[in-house]
């Protein structure tokens, strides 16, 4: 199976930037996709195929990456964007989500 | 609107079968096809299997000995079936709505608020 792997958590401040990484252990070509997951809901779509916005996601969430190495920018951060992020690659059988960076706002 | 809902038993024995439904609305079972997605507490999520738009099935490796998924379109309704239950099969289980785009573009765009399920006697 495909792993993701993406780094278990970060803390910034409101207004600040901030990038959340996916690193895949084989090519996705840009068959990645995000999802934020607030505590006690179901996950959102917010990019699909690397760096497709999503309706009605604010535009200050972007992706980038291919391959391998792909990325989720958050520019500025607002304390709504408290959440666990996930990524999803859809490239390769079975389809397998990362375990997820989770985001904390000072 | 687009709305997925779970349902089914909140506690299942060790070893017994899991039976879910998903009921859908605001969109043709075929026209979209639906997956199961569960997620142990603290845990990444995992799909489990699809039920494409045309009547086919797709299931995760992992799992497929175990699972069985079908559907009702007259009752757009998709129902999860899984054998053997053990603890470690304990989670929220979600069904979502797929999108695909070109070629193995697969995610999920809706999805339903999810249904706990715990393994134990």
């Known amino acids: 199976d495909t792993v993701l792997t993406q780094s278990p958590a970060l803390a910034v401040s409101p207004g600040e930037r901030v990038t959340i990484s996916c690193r895949a252990s084989?090519?996705?070509?840009?068959?990645m996709h995000w999802y934020q997951q607030k505590p006690g809901q179901q996950p959102t779509l917010l990019i699909y195929?690397?760096?497709n916005l999503e309706s009605g996601v604010p535009a200050r969430f972007s992706g980038s990456g291919s391959g391998t190495d792909f990325t989720l920018t958050i520019d500025p951060v607002e304390a709504d964007d408290t959440a666990t992020y996930y990524c999803?690659?859809?490239?390769?059988?079975?389809?397998?989500f990362g375990s997820g960076t989770k985001l904390e706002i000072k | 609107q687009v709305q997925l809902k779970e349902s089914g038993p909140g506690l299942v024995q060790p070893s017994e079968t899991l039976s879910l439904t998903c009921t859908v609305s605001?969109?043709?079972?075929?026209?979209?096809?639906v997956s199961w997605v569960r997620q142990p507490s603290g845990k990444g999520p995992e799909w489990m299997g699809r039920?494409?738009?045309?009547?086919?099935?797709a299931y995760n490796s992992a799992l497929k000995s175990r699972l069985s998924i079908s559907r009702d379109t007259s009752k757009n309704q998709v129902f999860l079936k899984m054998n053997s239950l053990q603890t470690d099969d304990t989670g929220t289980y979600y069904c979502?709505?797929?999108?695909?785009?070109?070629?193995?573009?697969?995610?999920?765009?809706?999805w339903g608020q999810g249904v706990m399920v715990t393994v134990s006697s």
């Open positions: 979502t709505r797929d999108r695909v785009r070109y070629y193995r573009g697969y995610y999920f765009d809706y």
């Open positions: 605001g969109f043709s079972l075929t026209s979209y096809s």
């Open positions: 039920m494409w738009y045309d009547g086919d099935t």
């Open positions: 084989e090519s996705v070509s840009t068959l």
């Open positions: 195929l690397a760096s």
């Open positions: 999803q690659q859809s490239w390769n059988d079975p389809l397998t």
